[in-house]
Nanobody, 118 residues
Framework: VQLQAFGGGLVQAVGSLRLSCAAS????????MGWFRQAPGQERETVAQ????????EYADSVKGRFTISRDNAKNMVELQMNSLKPEDTALYYC????????????WGQGTLVTVSS
């Protein structure tokens, strides 16, 4: 599956952004999806994951209650609604996919930059 993320931008603190990730291929519904981010000088971290059916969702503690991951298998899309943004959310955000039986995310889209100003 090929992925393309978009929706990043510059936003003030406490503002909101919605990231989208469009997937190609006919088997999107067999893939678990995730959003990851990497800030300058820091390691990549998992932001949120959603399984192939949408029945299982996980969030990093740092974004719980502020971010919401969702997917639309009919549209081959996964989204990340980000509310109450903080300057520390500034990072390059990536969407990624793994076949539901795989253990590792192995298909990555290009990043979309989110910058939160204080």
């Amino acid at each position: 599956v090929q992925l393309q993320a978009f929706g990043g931008g510059l936003v003030q603190a406490v503002g909101s952004l919605r990231l989208s990730c469009a997937a190609s291929g006919r088997s999107f519904s067999y893939y678990d999806m995730g959003w990851f981010r990497q800030a300058p000088g820091q390691e990549r971290e998992t932001v949120a994951q959603i399984n192939w059916s949408g029945s299982s969702i996980e969030y990093a503690d740092s974004v719980k209650g502020r971010f919401t991951i969702s997917r639309d298998n009919a549209k081959n899309m996964v989204e990340l609604q980000m509310n109450s943004l903080k300057p520390e959310d500034t990072a390059l955000y990536y969407c990624a996919a793994k076949f539901w039986t795989s253990s590792d995310f192995n298909s990555w889209g290009q990043g979309t930059l989110v910058t939160v100003s204080s």
